[in-house]
C-alpha cells in the first residue's frame, strides 16, 4: 500500500513544516495548510488519509474544519492539537467526531501514537469494509441458489411422473403435486393444507400407513407395492407406490408417499401377452398354412393329370395321377395324425417288439429315395439286443421323422463332393438305457436353427416340410420316459440320439 | 415344329403335372431335377423356355437363375418362374439376396405363384412361345 497521507493544518507555518520533516521521515507522505479554509480546500483536493489540525486558527478554526471534513467523510480520521486546558473545545471536537488528541506543544513521539491509532483504526475499518462486500455478496449468492434450489425442487415434484403426497407430523396433506392431482381426482387448493390423510385416502389404506409408521419405528423406507386406490370418484386404478417417513434430527416430521399409476402399464402388458399369443399363433398357423398349400398343389397337379388321362384314354396318365393324388392323401393323413398325436396326452403302447425290426423296414422303406438322391442309407446294430419292451410306434414315427431329416439335410447340403451318409446305429449305454443313434454328414444346423428345433411349425424346407417332425417326435419320446439328444456343426453334419428306458421282458404280473 | 419347355423342379408331383399340361398343349417337355442339372439340360438341349422353381434343396434354382440372368449366352432365354412363395418374398429372401450379392434381383419374365390352374400356365407359355 503506498504511503499514508496526511494533511497538517497549522497557523504557524514553522510547527507545519517541522511536523511535515519528521512525519515524511517516518515513511508518510505530507501535505500541509496554514488556516482552516486552506486546509478545507486541500483536504478536497488531496484527499488524505489522515488529517492532523490546530484548533485555534484565525478564520475557520480547527473545530469549523473538522466538522465541514466529518460533513464530506464521517469516517475520516482527524486528530486533533489542543492547548493545554481547553477543555470546551476538547468536548466539541468529541461531540464533532474527532478521533484523537494531542496536546500542544506537538511532541514526535505522541503524534506517532495517534498515528498508529488512527492508521490502525483505518486498517480494521477497512477489513470490516471487505468482510461487509464480501458478506453482502455472499449472502447474494446464498439466498440465489437457494432459491434455485427450491425452485428446482418445486418444478421436480410438480413435473414428477409419480403422485406425490406428503404429510407433516399431525397428517396434514403439504405436498400434493399435479399428478396426485390427478390420480385422486381432488384439486390441489382443496387438498394442500386443508385435508388430512383419512380426507384424502379410503380409510383403509390411511390406516395402514399411520399404522406403518407407529409400527415400524426404525423402518423409514417401506419398498415398492402394489395395490389398486379407490378414488372418492369410484375409479380404480391400479398402482405401485413406496413411502418414506421423514425424521429431522431424529424427530418424526412427516411422510411422503410415492405413487406410480400402472393402468397404462397394465394394458400394454396385457397387449403384449395378447400380441405374443397371437404372434405364436400367426406362425404356426402361417407354417401350416404353407404346408397345406402344399398338398393342396400336388392334388389339384395329380387331379388335372388323371383328367387328362381320363380324356386321352391313357393309363400311364391315370396311374401317376392317382399315384400323385393317393401321396397327397397321405400326407394330409400323416399331418392330422401327427398334429393329434402333437396335441393330445399319450400314453405309450408297451409290448414286447424288435427295435432291429422296426429299424430295417425302415432302412427298406427309404432306401430307394435315398439312393436317388445319392445318399446312403447303412445301420451298424448291436446284436446284443433282441426284444424289449417298447411301443413299437413310437420308436417307428420318432425313426422315420429322424431318418428322414438327416436325409433332407444331405440333399440340402452344398458341398456336393461329400459322399453322403446316413448312418443307423443301436447299442445299450452305460444308464442301461437304449440308445438309436442316426448320423448324417449332411448341412448341419447353425444357432439359430438349432434353437428353433422344437418350436411348433419350424421348418427349413418351405411347403415341404410341416416344421411337426421333431415336435411330435420329442414328445412321443418323453412319454416313453426317453431322451433324445442332438449334436449338430454347421457343415459338417447331425446325429441324433434317442434314449429309451431298456426293459428287456415282461414284468412279471405280481403274484 | 414343336418348341421344347424344360422344367426344373425337385418335387416329382410339380414335374408331372408341368409335364402334362406341356404334353396336351403340343410342346416337347424335358426335366431336371435340380439348377446343376438344369444347366446341363439347358446347354445340352437347348430349350426354347425354361419353367423354374427357385426354392429347391441347395438353393441350386437361385444359382441357376443368377448364371442364366448373368451369362450374355441365356439372356434371351425366357424364364417363368414357377414357385411357392410369392414374387414379393422371393425378391426379399434372403438366400436371393446373398446369390445376387447387393446387385439388384432381376425380375423374372412371369412369375407364377403354385399352385396355379393348367391354363393359366399354358397359357403363359404360349405368351412367351406362341
Ligand atoms: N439332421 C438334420 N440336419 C439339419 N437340419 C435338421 C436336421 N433335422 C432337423 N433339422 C432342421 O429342423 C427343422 C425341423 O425339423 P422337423 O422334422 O421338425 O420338420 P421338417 O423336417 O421341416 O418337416 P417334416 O418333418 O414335416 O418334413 C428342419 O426343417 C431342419 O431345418
Ligand atoms: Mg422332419
Known amino acids: ?511 | 415344329m414343336s418348341k421344347k419347355v424344360l422344367v426344373v423342379d425337385d418335387d416329382p408331383d410339380v414335374r408331372s403335372f408341368v409335364v402334362t399340361v406341356l404334353e396336351e398343349n403340343q410342346y416337347i417337355p424335358l426335366i431336371a431335377q435340380d439348377g446343376v442339372e438344369g444347366l446341363e439340360k439347358i446347354e445340352k438341349e437347348k430349350p426354347d423356355l425354361v419353367i423354374l422353381d427357385v426354392l429347391m434343396p441347395r438353393g441350386s434354382g437361385i444359382r441357376l437363375y443368377h448364371h442364366l440372368k448373368s451369362h450374355e449366352q441365356f439372356k434371351a432365354l425366357p424364364i417363368i418362374m414357377f414357385t411357392g412363395i410369392a414374387l414379393r418374398s422371393f425378391l426379399k429372401s434372403q438366400k436371393v439376396l446373398d446369390e445376387f450379392q447387393g446387385a439388384e434381383v432381376p425380375k423374372p419374365d412371369i412369375y407364377l405363384e403354385k399352385p396355379v390352374d393348367p391354363e393359366v400356365l399354358a397359357a403363359a407359355v404360349r405368351k412367351k412361345l406362341g
Open chain 1, 1 to 511: 500500500m503506498s504511503a499514508f497521507k496526511i494533511l497538517i493544518v497549522d497557523d504557524e507555518e514553522l510547527i507545519v513544516r517541522l511536523l511535515s520533516m519528521s512525519l515524511r521521515s517516518d515513511g508518510y507522505q505530507t501535505v500541509s495548510a496554514f488556516s482552516g479554509e486552506q486546509g478545507l480546500e486541500v483536504f478536497k483536493s488531496e484527499s488524505p488519509d489522515i488529517v492532523v489540525t490546530d484548533i485555534k486558527m484565525p478564520g475557520m478554526d480547527g473545530l469549523e474544519l473538522l466538522k465541514k471534513i466529518k460533513e464530506i467523510d464521517p469516517e475520516k480520521e482527524v486528530i486533533i492539537v489542543t492547548g493545554h486546558g481547553d477543555i470546551d473545545s476538547t468536548i466539541t471536537a468529541l461531540q464533532y467526531g474527532a478521533s484523537d488528541f494531542i496536546n500542544k506543544p506537538v511532541r514526535d513521539a505522541a503524534l506517532a501514537i495517534a498515528l498508529e491509532r488512527a492508521k490502525s483504526k483505518i486498517a480494521i475499518r477497512k477489513k470490516l469494509e471487505e468482510y461487509t462486500t464480501t458478506l453482502e455478496i455472499k449472502i447474494a449468492e446464498a439466498t440465489e441458489e437457494i432459491r434455485r434450489k427450491s425452485n428446482f425442487q418445486r418444478l421436480l415434484i410438480t413435473s414428477s411422473n409419480d403422485a406425490i403426497v406428503a404429510f407433516d407430523r399431525d397428517w396434514k396433506v403439504v405436498v400434493y403435486n399435479p399428478e396426485a392431482a390427478r390420480l385422486f381426482g381432488e384439486a390441489a387448493k382443496d387438498v394442500r393444507n386443508k385435508m388430512t390423510i383419512d380426507d384424502l385416502y379410503t380409510p383403509k389404506i390411511a390406516k395402514g400407513f399411520k399404522n406403518q409408521v407407529k409400527d415400524e419405528k426404525d423402518q423409514r423406507n417401506f419398498p415398492w407395492k402394489e395395490q389398486v386406490i379407490h378414488t372418492k370418484d369410484g375409479r380404480q386404478i391400479p398402482v405401485r407406490y413406496a413411502s418414506n417417513v421423514l425424521f429431522e434430527n431424529n424427530e418424526f416430521v412427516g411422510t411422503v408417499n410415492f405413487f406410480q399409476d400402472l393402468t397404462e402399464i397394465k394394458r400394454l402388458e396385457k397387449e403384449l401377452v395378447q400380441s405374443e399369443r397371437l404372434a405364436a399363433v400367426g406362425q404356426t398357423v402361417s407354417g401350416l398354412a404353407h404346408y397345406v398349400k402344399n398338398i393342396l398343389i400336388g392334388l389339384k397337379g395329380g387331379s388335372y393329370i388323371v383328367d387328362v388321362g381320363i380324356q386321352n384314354n391313357n393309363t400311364e396318365k391315370l396311374k401317376s395321377g392317382w399315384e400323385t393324388i393317393k401321396k397327397n392323401i397321405k400326407r394330409i393323413g400323416d399331418l392330422t395324425q401327427d398334429l393329434l398325436t402333437y396335441s393330445k396326452q399319450r400314453e405309450p403302447e408297451m409290448e414286447l417288439c424288435s427295435p432291429h425290426d422296426i429299424i430295417n423296414e425302415l432302412v427298406e422303406l427309404l432306401k430307394g429315395f435315398a439312393a436317388s438322391k445319392n445318399v446312403l442309407l447303412s445301420k451298424d446294430l448291436d446284436k446284443s439286443i433282441d426284444q424289449v419292451m417298447a411301443d413299437p410306434k413310437t420308436i417307428h414315427h420318432a425313426l422315420l421323422n429322424i431318418i428322414n431329416n438327416a436325409i433332407d439335410a444331405c440333399i440340402e447340403d452344398e458341398d456336393i463332393t461329400k459322399k453322403h451318409e446316413v448312418k443307423i446305429l443301436t447299442h445299450i449305454d452305460k444308464n442301461h438305457m437304449i440308445c438309436f443313434e442316426v448320423a448324417d454328414n449332411g448341412c448341419g444346423m447353425d444357432e439359430d436353427t438349432r434353437n428353433k428345433l422344437f418350436t411348433p411349425m419350424f421348418s427349413s424346407k418351405g411347403g415341404k416340410g410341416t416344421g411337426l417332425g421333431l415336435l411330435v417326435t420329442g414328445k412321443l419320446i418323453e412319454e416313453h420316459k426317453g431322451i433324445i439328444e442332438i449334436e449338430t456343426s454347421p457343415g459338417v453334419g447331425s446325429t441324433f440320439r434317442v434314449k429309451l428306458p431298456y426293459t428287456k421282458a415282461k414284468p412279471v404280473d405280481g403274484n
